[in-house]
C-alpha cells in the first residue's frame, strides 16, 4: 500500500488505490462522458482502471461565476492552431474548440441536453443518399443496438421529463423562445430532456436555477462524471486516477498489440503505464492526435489508422445562435442556460434545400463572452448597441447535423510546439454548401421565433469554438472505411478502444454527449466479457 | 532588450496624461454606451498601456497610432464630436494599433462589474442562492407556455416523401471529386438482371 505522499506524487494515483506502472493495466485516456462513464462502468464490474487525465482535480468549490476566470480555470487551451474557410481560423485563430481540462472532462462545463439520435440518423448514407463532397457512411450500429443504453444513460444522467424525472420549471429566455415557437406553429418545444435535477435525485440537490452551466455547477445539480461516475468508481476501490497526467504516446508491441501509454506529469517527467487494454477518450482533436503521435515503422501513418481515416471526418456541428432584442426586459442569463429546445426542424426534409435537420435550443452568455462571440472583430456603435440591448435580449442556440468530410481533418502541426515539444493539433474546416443551406434556413427560422412574439431587432451570431467535436477516428463496418468497429474497438489494434465522440460516423442533429455515454456503457459492457473470455 | 525609439516623439507620447485621455476617449467612441461610466472605460485603456508596456511591439503600435489619430483629426483627437470621432477610427480599423485596442477592450471593458449593472446584468450568483427564489421565472409580459412536448404526439422524424425525394442538390456541384460511389459514377458493383 503506498503511503499518503506517494499518492499525491506527480502522475500517481490521488485516490486510495494504486495500481503499478509495471502491471499490464486497462488503461483509460481521459474522464469525461466516455472515459469517466467507461471507468465507472469497468470498476463497477471489478475491474481496476487507471484513469490518465490531463487536467486537474477541480471540484465545485474550485468553480467561480466569472465567465473569464472559470474559462481560464477551466478551458483546453493548450496551444492549436486552424486553417480552412470557417469563420473560426479568422476570429479565434488558436481557439478551435471549447473544451474542457480537468477531472470529469467536457461535461463539466457542458449545458446538459440530451436529445436522442434518431432512427434514421445512424443510416445516412442510405437515407440522405450521395451528397457531393460529403464523405458519408453508415454506422455500424442501429437505434436498436442503443436504446436500452439510452435508457441507461438518461437514468444515469437524471434527463428530465424521462424515466419519471419531472421537467424543469420555464425560466425567462425559455418563456420567449416557448411562446414564439408556438406562435409560429411549432408543436415540438419543451424544457427538456436536460440532464440537471430539477428536484432531488440521486443524491444529488435541484437546482436553484444559478444561471452559470458553462462554469461548472458549483451546486452539483447538473450531471457530470465528476459528480457521479468519478466518485462512484472511487468508491469501488477498483480506481486510480491521475491528474495531470497528459498521455503523449500509445506503444505497441511486436505483435501490433498496444502494450503501454506514455504521459507527462505536471512538471514534465515521462512515465510509462504498462497496458493489457488502452482506451482513448481524450476528445476528438486530442484522440487524433494521440493516434497521430503514435506513429511507427509498423503503423506508419499514425496508430490504427490502416485506412487514412485518423483525423479526418472531423464535425463541429452546424450551429450559430440568434438573439432577439425586445422592448421589455428578459433577463436571460437568470436560471439554467439551456433549458428550453425546439425539435419541429430536427426532422430529415430534402424539401428544404439540405439533408439533415437541426434543433433550436434556448442559450444565454454573460456580457464579457456576450462581447467577444456576438459579433467577432466588431466595435463601434451598432456593436455596442448588441450589448446596451443586453437585458432585453433572449438567446437560441442552433445546433444540427453538418456533413462529414474527409478534408476536415486533424493534423499534426510540426512547425509549431506545445510546451513539451509536441507538435500541435491543427484543425483544419470548411463548411459544406449542405452546412451552409441548414445555417441559413435555422437563422430565418430562429429570427421568426422572436419575431412572433414581438422582437425589435434579431441578431446572427457565427458559430462559437467548438464544443461538440466529433469523428475523426469513426465507426465502420468494413476496416477500409473507418477506424474502429461496432464497438469502438480498433479495426487494426486489437486490445485499443476509442470511447468518446471521436467513433461518431455521422454527426445526427442531437447534441452528442448522451449518445458518448450510452455507447461507453455499451462499450464497458463488451470489453468486461472480452476481458473475462479471455479474447483481450 | 528594449530598443528606443528612433523619434523622440514616441516615446515623449508613451506614457503621458494626453496618451493616456487620447486612449480613453477612443474607447468611448469605439464602444459608446451612454449608461457605462468613467471608471471601466479608464481600468480599460489602463490595462492596454499596462499591456503595451510588457510587449515593445504593442508599444510601438500604440503610440504610432494614438499620434496618427491626432494627424488625421488635423490636431487633437480629443477635441473631435463624437461623429467626427467615429470616422478617424473607421479610418484606422485595419491597424496593428486599432487591432489591439479592440481585441484587449472588448475582453476587458465588458469584463467589470460596472458595466455589468449598467448593462443589466447581476454577476455571480450562486453565493445569493441562484435565482430560485430571485426571479428566473418573473418575465411577466407573455403567458406561461408549456413545459412539456405535447401529449401523445410523436416528433417527425422524416418529412412525408423524403425518401422519395430527390437527393438534396449540392449547390456548389463538383463532379468526381468525391470518395463515394454514387448516382453518378460507376461503383463497379455486380450487375443483376
Known amino acids: 500500500m503506498p503511503s499518503a505522499d506517494q499518492h499525491r506524487s506527480p502522475g500517481m494515483s490521488v485516490t486510495q488505490h494504486s495500481i503499478d506502472q509495471n502491471d499490464d493495466a486497462v488503461v483509460i485516456i481521459g474522464s469525461g462522458a466516455g472515459g469517466g462513464t467507461l471507468a465507472y462502468e469497468l470498476t463497477a464490474q471489478g475491474i481496476p482502471v487507471v484513469v490518465l487525465e490531463a487536467g486537474p482535480y477541480l471540484t465545485q468549490d474550485d468553480y467561480v461565476n466569472d465567465e473569464w476566470e472559470a474559462f481560464n480555470q477551466m478551458a483546453w487551451l493548450d496551444p492549436r492552431t486552424t486553417s480552412g474557410s470557417w469563420r473560426i481560423a479568422r476570429d479565434f485563430p488558436n481557439l478551435p474548440a471549447w473544451v474542457v481540462k480537468a477531472v470529469g472532462g467536457t461535461p463539466t462545463h457542458w449545458s446538459g441536453a440530451t436529445p436522442r439520435f434518431k432512427e434514421h440518423e445512424f443510416k445516412v448514407r442510405s437515407v440522405y443518399g450521395r451528397v457531393d463532397d460529403a464523405n458519408l457512411l453508415d454506422w455500424p450500429i442501429g437505434l436498436q443496438d442503443l436504446a436500452p443504453y439510452y435508457d441507461r444513460a438518461e437514468k444515469a444522467m437524471g434527463s428530465t421529463h424521462l424515466h419519471g424525472r419531472p421537467p424543469l420549471p420555464a425560466n425567462n429566455n425559455y418563456k420567449v423562445f416557448a411562446n414564439g415557437a408556438e406562435r409560429v406553429g411549432y408543436r415540438f418545444y419543451a424544457t427538456g430532456p436536460y440532464a440537471t435535477n430539477a428536484e432531488e435525485y440521486d443524491g444529488r440537490p435541484a437546482s436553484i436555477q444559478d444561471g452559470f452551466n458553462f462554469q461548472g455547477d458549483k451546486n452539483r445539480s447538473k450531471w457530470s462524471p465528476l459528480v457521479r461516475e468519478i466518485p462512484r468508481a472511487e468508491a469501488t476501490g477498483l480506481l486510480d486516477l491521475r491528474p495531470e497526467s497528459h498521455a503523449v504516446q500509445i506503444t505497441h508491441d511486436a505483435q501490433g498489440r498496444a502494450d503501454a501509454v506514455l504521459y507527462l506529469d505536471k512538471e514534465g517527467n515521462l512515465h510509462r503505464q504498462a497496458a493489457k487494454v488502452v482506451c482513448l477518450a481524450a476528445n476528438s482533436i486530442e484522440t487524433a492526435r494521440l493516434l497521430l503521435l503514435s506513429a511507427t515503422p509498423r503503423f506508419p501513418d499514425g496508430l490504427a489508422n490502416s485506412s487514412g481515416q485518423v483525423g479526418r471526418n472531423y464535425m463541429r456541428h452546424l450551429t450559430g445562435t440568434v438573439w432577439g432584442h425586445f422592448d421589455k426586459p428578459v433577463r436571460m442569463y437568470r436560471g439554467e442556460t439551456m433549458a428550453g429546445i425546439i425539435g419541429d426542424e430536427s426532422l430529415h426534409d430534402p424539401d428544404r434545400g439540405f439533408a439533415g435537420g437541426y434543433y433550436m435550443e434556448t442559450i444565454s452568455l454573460g456580457p464579457a463572452f456576450m462581447a467577444a462571440f456576438v459579433e467577432p472583430g466588431a466595435w463601434g456603435p451598432d456593436f455596442a448597441r448588441l450589448l446596451d440591448a443586453y437585458a432585453k435580449s433572449a438567446g437560441m442556440w442552433i445546433v444540427g447535423e453538418d456533413m462529414p468530410q474527409e478534408t476536415n481533418r486533424v493534423t499534426l502541426n510540426t512547425t509549431v510546439k506545445d510546451v513539451n515539444g509536441l507538435p500541435v493539433p491543427n484543425v483544419h474546416y470548411d463548411d459544406h454548401p449542405n452546412d451552409v443551406a441548414m445555417r441559413e434556413h435555422a437563422y430565418t427560422a430562429g429570427e421568426k421565433v422572436y419575431q412572433a412574439v414581438g422582437a425589435q431587432s434579431t441578431h446572427r451570431t457565427p458559430p462559437y469554438p467548438a464544443t461538440h467535436n466529433l469523428g475523426t477516428a469513426r465507426m465502420s463496418e468494413r476496416a477500409e472505411d473507418g477506424v474502429v468497429d461496432r464497438w469502438g474497438r480498433a479495426h487494426d489494434v486489437r486490445n485499443l478502444f476509442v470511447s468518446d465522440g471521436s467513433t461518431f460516423t455521422s454527426g445526427a442533429a442531437a447534441n452528442p454527449t448522451l449518445t458518448i455515454v450510452a455507447l461507453a456503457i455499451r462499450q464497458a459492457e463488451y470489453i468486461a466479457a472480452e476481458l473475462k473470455a479471455q479474447r483481450i | ?193
Request: charged share 25%.
Open chain 2, 1 to 193: 532588450m528594449v530598443f528606443p525609439a528612433k523619434y523622440p516623439s514616441l516615446n515623449a507620447t508613451e506614457m503621458t496624461d494626453e496618451a493616456r485621455h487620447a486612449l480613453i476617449r477612443v474607447l468611448r467612441v469605439a464602444f459608446p454606451h451612454a449608461g457605462v461610466p468613467d471608471g471601466p472605460y479608464e481600468r480599460t485603456a489602463d490595462t492596454i498601456l499596462t499591456e503595451a508596456q510588457n510587449e515593445t511591439w504593442f508599444r510601438v503600435a500604440l503610440t504610432q497610432g494614438l499620434l496618427s489619430l491626432n494627424q488625421l483629426a488635423d490636431g487633437d483627437f480629443r477635441a473631435l464630436a463624437d461623429e467626427a470621432a467615429l470616422k478617424v477610427l473607421r479610418r484606422v480599423e485595419g491597424t496593428e494599433f486599432f487591432g489591439f485596442v479592440r481585441r484587449t477592450a472588448v475582453l476587458n471593458l465588458y469584463d467589470d462589474a460596472e458595466v455589468w449593472e449598467a448593462l443589466g446584468y447581476e454577476g455571480p450568483s450562486f453565493d445569493k442562492g441562484g435565482y430560485l427564489h430571485r426571479g428566473f421565472n418573473d418575465l411577466d409580459w407573455l403567458p406561461d407556455p408549456r413545459i412539456e412536448f405535447p401529449a401523445g404526439e410523436t416528433m417527425p422524424e422524416m418529412a412525408p416523401g423524403a425518401t422519395g425525394a430527390p437527393r438534396p442538390a449540392a449547390q456548389d456541384h463538383t463532379p468526381d471529386s468525391t470518395n463515394q460511389p454514387g448516382t453518378t459514377s460507376s461503383d463497379m458493383e455486380e450487375v443483376k438482371k
